[in-house]
Nanobody, 122 residues
Framework: QVQPVESGGGLVQAGDSLRLSCAAS????????MGWFRRAPGKEREFVAA????????YYADSVKGRFTISRDNAKNTVYLQMNSLKPEDTAVYYC???????????????WGQGTQVTVSS
């Protein structure tokens, strides 16, 4: 069974950049759509970005469009989330997930990582 493992979180200042990585433990990611979600303190989990299995199609939440970029390297079995121009409201635990379709819906994802904390100070 595929198991995502996130890394790359940390504490940064507003305006900084950070790149999250999601590596596969177990089976390969290469045939699966992948998504990034986040959960801020006291808030519901929300969609951030998704990518098709080939990497040819991507989707973004309006709140991150133009600032975040999702990509994947199937040869390395890794998915990335490049986050630029970070804002304090981006502070959250970020989760990577493998799914059956590159959608905004958490129910379309069946394997979730443990998450990595991103904190953006003002």
């Amino acid at each position: 069974q595929v198991q995502p493992v996130e890394s790359g979180g940390g504490l940064v200042q507003a305006g900084d950049s950070l790149r999250l990585s999601c590596a596969a433990s177990g089976r390969t990611f290469s045939g699966y759509p992948m998504g990034w979600f986040r959960r801020a303190p006291g808030k519901e989990r929300e969609f951030v970005a998704a990518i098709s299995w080939s990497g040819g199609t991507t989707y973004y939440a309006d709140s991150v469009k133009g600032r975040f970029t999702i990509s994947r390297d199937n040869a390395k079995n890794t998915v990335y989330l490049q986050m630029n121009s970070l804002k304090p409201e981006d502070t959250a635990v970020y989760y990577c997930a493998a799914g059956t379709a590159p959608t905004m819906r958490p129910q379309d994802y069946y394997a979730w990582g443990q998450g990595t904390q991103v904190t953006v100070s003002s």
